[in-house]
């Protein structure tokens, strides 16, 4: 069975940091992009970060560009998310996903619809 499953969520103050990771099990991932989505109540569901098969390419949203960084291990099995300089609207569920195509990058990794493996999310909390 294959799982993604996410841990390092919390409250923290707001310029503080945290970092996320997304474990995968049941297959290695190793040929596929992965990604972080966040979804705040009320919201839809929004792209954070994703990272191509290699590691060699990233992208980010705007809005986290220059304080978040994803990143992914030498085995290909766990995707990690830094956040630095964490503010209150970065509060949301983050969710880390695997895309479905081997060997996207680009445009593609952008929206939802391109990922087919999804973890359960965990909850992050920035406060004032």
């Known amino acids: 069975q294959v799982q993604l499953v996410e841990s390092g969520g919390g409250l923290v103050q707001a310029g503080g940091s945290l970092r996320l990771s997304c474990a995968a099990s049941g297959r290695t991932f190793s040929a596929y992009a992965r990604g972080w989505f966040r979804q705040a109540p009320g919201k839809e569901r929004e792209f954070v970060a994703a990272?191509?098969?290699?590691?060699?390419?990233?992208l980010y949203a705007d809005y986290v560009k220059g304080r978040f960084t994803i990143s992914r291990d030498n085995a290909k099995t766990t995707v990690y998310l830094q956040m630095n300089s964490l503010k209150p609207e970065d509060t949301a569920v983050y969710y880390c996903?695997?895309?479905?195509?081997?060997?996207?990058?680009?445009?593609?990794?952008?929206?939802?619809?391109?990922?087919?493996?999804w973890g359960r999310g965990t909850q992050v909390t920035v406060s004032s």
């Open positions: 990272i191509d098969w290699s590691g060699g390419s990233t």
């Open positions: 996903a695997a895309h479905s195509s081997p060997y996207s990058s680009g445009s593609y990794l952008y929206t939802t619809e391109g990922y087919n493996y």
